[in-house]
């Protein structure tokens, strides 16, 4: 007897029993790891500036469990500054070669520094010096500048010392409020069913949308 998946039951109106969007997240989420061509963890991460005026940028979803969903970055950076003044954001992952999408809302927090420190120790040698090479979102005269800069730092981490984390470099972590699935269909009467909940480890509320 063939066991009826997370997606199934989604789309089903006639199932009413709880469905945890997060397990649901890691159904198409393994999905898209199998079908998208490159970087099926991409996400276009949004958040406002201190005049309320948004921005919205890629970035990678580096880490996911329970508590939420996580991405690293320079806490120089734009993105980061707003999210250290207004500590919320939203994120849309879509995958061209399923046809769907998932938008999650929600407050963010920092992550702690061993969460940061254990990440940063996963990538690659030069992406940890560029780590440290990137004034990230400031002006840069010329792309020169910045190869010169990661040469000067190459040589003086060594060949086999150990690259730490910067200590402007860390993790934030969205807690998902809302999270909402999208499938294509056709005639552009698509399927929208949207999760959401007023506490982080509260119960979840389910309801279709209209396309």
């Known amino acids: ?4 998946t997370l997606t199934e039951r989604l789309f089903d109106d006639s199932d009413t029993a709880p469905i945890d969007p997060c397990s649901l997240f890691e159904e198409w989420f393994t999905l898209a790891q199998e079908s998208e061509p490159n970087d099926p963890h991409a996400m276009a991460l949004a958040t406002v500036d201190e005049n309320g005026m948004p921005d919205v940028r890629m970035v990678l979803l580096n880490a996911r469990d329970a508590r939420g969903y996580c991405f690293f970055t320079n806490f120089e950076s734009d993105k980061a500054r707003e999210l250290l003044a207004n500590p919320k ?30 990440y940063f120790a996963t990538r690659a040698r030069l992406s940890q010096i560029g780590a440290h090479a990137s004034k990230q979102s400031r002006p840069l005269a010329n792309r020169y500048t910045l190869l010169e800069r990661v040469e000067t730092l190459k040589k003086s981490f060594g060949e086999d010392e150990p690259v730490q984390r910067p200590p402007y470099w860390s993790g934030f972590r969205l807690v998902p409020e809302v999270m909402e699935f999208w499938k294509d269909g056709a005639n552009r009467l698509h399927d929208r069913v949207r999760f959401t909940r007023t506490l982080p480890n509260g119960q979840w509320k389910r309801q279709r949308l209209y396309p």
């Open 1 to 4: 007897m063939t066991s009826t």
């Open 89 to 118: 954001a939203a994120f849309v992952m879509h995958w061209k070669s399923l046809r769907r999408q998932i938008r999650v809302r929600g407050p963010v927090e920092i992550v702690p520094d061993g969460e940061a420190d254990a």
